[in-house]
């Protein structure tokens, strides 16, 4: 029988950010003494929102920030509340920052939708969050939010004898207006603590569904390897260097909002026998190839220090 959950993650950032957090962060601290982003429109008669923040969050270095986006059907937001992590920052230099960075968010949907934006910081290892603006910001962009269209489906292939962990693109996926040739399509993971974006096609590639199958071993960071991940969906990534009029150069993503796939698996064990996977199982573990554990354990700590030994 297949061993799945002892023998699968994605994501970037941001993402996922793509983009990306690591597994050494040990909590989050309030951030509600540091500045609140300051919005508006990027120029008159614009439809997109620029989000201004400072790099200086008192005796901590960012390494970088992303942007929390928060929707409400009311103006007043006194209706169910979505929080959305649209895009992050990342300085060129981490010890030579911009004082002010941007960020531009040109997808916000009209008719009725208002939205409030907040910046969580990322040092390393702590997370702080600022209050979210006090002012509201009604929908602009006629087009509505950024959304992949299509069904996605993914292809998981596993072969046990072989060792070997690929994901493949097995639909075709069409981005939002505004992400240009240069976008990709990430899978979105979860390894219970942090969630990361993984590129798996470039944005030609996943609209024509032509995509070459992607080795998870490979692509996975190391804190996605060996334990369960879940797989949750997939996000397009729209990279920008903005170095235009500044001395400090830095980058943005911004994502689109996270779509449900569908997973195809074809798994086979370790003894070659092809094995029947429900379809709606999204969990699995991809095993490290460069760092094996050989389950060999010589740590004294486990064996009590009164104990005799024989």
């Not at 970037?12 to 509600?32: F, Q």
């Not at 009725?112 to 009604?138: H, V």
């Not at 950024?146 to 981005?175: C, H, M, R, Y």
């Amino acid at each position: 029988m297949r061993k799945f959950l002892g023998s699968l993650f994605l994501l970037a950032a941001l993402v996922t950010s793509g983009l990306a957090v690591s597994s050494c962060i040990i909590n989050s601290e309030d951030g509600s003494n540091l500045p609140q982003p300051t919005v508006g429109l990027s120029e008159s008669g614009s439809t997109t929102y620029t989000i201004s923040f400072p790099s200086d969050i008192g005796s901590k270095i960012m390494k970088y920030a992303n942007v929390i986006r928060l929707s409400c059907n009311s103006s007043d937001f006194s209706s169910t509340v979505t929080r959305t992590n649209i895009g992050q920052v990342f300085p060129t230099k981490i010890s030579d920052q911009p004082s002010t960075y941007q960020f531009w968010d040109p997808n916000t949907a009209t008719g009725g939708t208002y939205y409030k934006y907040l910046i969580r910081y990322f040092n390393g290892s702590i997370y702080q969050y600022t209050n979210a603006t006090e002012d509201t910001y009604p929908g602009l962009d006629s087009e509505g939010e950024a959304v992949l269209t299509g069904s996605p489906e993914i292809k998981i292939t596993v072969d046990e004898q072989l060792n070997s962990w690929k994901v493949k693109l097995n639909s075709a996926v069409t981005f939002p207006t505004g992400f240009g040739s240069d976008s990709e399509l990430a899978v979105v993971i979860s390894n219970g603590t942090d969630r990361k974006s993984f590129t798996i096609a470039s944005k030609d590639h996943a609209e024509n569904n032509d995509a070459e199958s992607v080795d998870l071993q490979r692509i996975l960071s190391e804190d996605f390897l060996d334990r369960k991940i879940t797989v949750l969906g997939v996000v397009g990534i729209r990279k920008t260097i903005q170095n235009e009029g500044i001395s400090q150069e830095y980058t943005t993503y911004n994502w689109t909002n996270q779509k449900e796939i569908t997973i195809n698996w074809l798994w086979t064990d370790a003894t070659g026998s092809p094995q029947t996977i429900d379809p709606a199982e999204t969990s699995l573990t991809v095993p490290s190839v460069t760092n094996p554990d050989n389950q060999f354990d010589l740590n004294p700590n486990r064996i009590s220090l009164n104990a005799s030994i024989n």
